[in-house]
């Protein structure tokens, strides 16, 4: 049975740094393509970044420069390193699984990042 | 960027009524659409890909279909547990963006 289990979630003030980690079991995090998606309180989704099989990523315009996914294959986990953190990143945040070509076919339960003053 | 724009936003219909929602891409997206059901307080489900394919487990009340840039997400015989938002979603280039939603509730 495939489980994506995230956390690193909490309450933070605006311009700190957090990480997200997203623990997989059932399958194996080198081996497929990993995406990011949040969803504010309240309002609908979006697309975060995107973590290929070969380390390539992609990242919307709205976190670049801020955010770093990665993966730590020994630990079969994916990561979401979120840096210089806005009110505006205040979020639920997903980890799935994205198989190419199908969509995003696996979620985790996520994990709600409150930034605030 | 591929602005992806969903309709309506809110339905509300009877047990048993057939239900449509469209989504509409700003421009060629390759059929490259998934549509995701998501629950209040849960994670997204995937229902179908590559506009109109069943994702495994899915009942065949829904189904997807495809004309140009127009999408729509059919259920066939509305039941109480398909009580949810619909977001449809373009994989084809990045940024991936979503459709604004769309809140189905029964009467």
């Known amino acids: 049975e495939v489980q994506l289990v995230e956390s690193g979630g909490g309450l933070i003030q605006p311009g700190v740094s957090l990480r997200l980690s997203c623990a997989a079991s059932g399958l194996t995090v080198r081996d497929d393509y990993w995406a990011w998606v949040r969803q504010p309180p309240g309002k609908g989704l979006e697309w975060v970044s995107v973590?290929?099989?070969?380390?390539?990523?992609f990242y919307a315009d709205s976190v670049k420069g801020r955010f770093t996914i990665s993966r730590d294959d020994s630990k079969n986990t994916l990561y979401l390193q979120m840096n210089s953190l806005t009110t505006d990143d205040t979020a639920v945040y997903y980890c799935?699984?994205?198989?190419?070509?199908?969509?995003?076919?696996?979620w985790g339960q996520g994990t709600l990042v409150s930034v605030s003053s | 960027d591929i602005q992806m724009t969903q309709s309506p936003s809110t339905l509300c219909a009877s047990v048993g009524d057939r239900v449509t929602i469209t989504c509409r891409a700003s421009q060629n997206i390759n059929s490259w659409l998934a549509w995701y059901q998501q629950k209040p307080g849960k994670a997204p489900k995937l229902l179908i890909y590559k506009a109109s394919t069943l994702a495994s487990g899915v009942p065949s009340t829904f189904t997807g279909s495809e004309s140009g840039t127009e999408f729509t997400l059919t259920i066939s015989s509305l039941q109480p547990d398909d009580v949810a938002t619909y977001y449809c979603q373009q994989y084809n280039s990045y940024p991936w963006t979503f459709g604004q939603g769309a809140k189905v509730e029964v009467k």
């Open positions: 799935a699984k994205h198989r190419y070509g199908v969509g995003m076919e696996y």
């Open positions: 973590l290929y099989i070969s380390g390539l990523t």
